[in-house]
Nanobody, 119 residues
Framework: QVRLEESGGGTVEAGGSLRLSCAAS????????MGWYRQTPGNECVQIVN???????YLDDSVKGRFTVSQDNAKNTVYLQMNSLKPEDTGVYYC?????????????RGQGTQVTVSS
């Protein structure tokens, strides 16, 4: 059974940094693509980054140059390093795990971690 647990959220001033972690259990990254989603107040939940099982990476334009995604296969953990944070980055961040070829809409997600960026 796929389980995902996000951590690392908190409150930070604009321009600051946070690193989110997603601890995965019940599966290994081999054959899975991992993604991070952001739910901002009043808006839909959108994918901002993903990293595939062959280490390809996608970053949404809103986070390019500021966020990086990485994974540690030994720890079964995916990280989202967020730098130069802006107030509009405020929201709940979820990680998701998609079997290679599966639609992201079908991928299970964790409970999320809150990020608040103050101006």
């Amino acid at each position: 059974q796929v389980r995902l647990e996000e951590s690392g959220g908190g409150t930070v001033e604009a321009g600051g940094s946070l690193r989110l972690s997603c601890a995965a259990s019940g599966f290994t990254f081999d054959g899975y693509d991992m993604g991070w989603y952001r739910q901002t107040p009043g808006n839909e939940c959108v994918q901002i980054v993903n990293i595939t099982s062959d280490d390809s990476k996608y970053l949404d334009d809103s986070v390019k140059g500021r966020f990086t995604v990485s994974q540690d296969n030994a720890k079964n953990t995916v990280y989202l390093q967020m730098n130069s944070l802006k107030p509009e980055d405020t929201g709940v961040y979820y990680c998701a795990a998609a079997v290679k070829g599966e639609r992201w809409s079908q991928a299970p997600r964790g409970q999320g971690t809150q990020v608040t960026v103050s101006s």
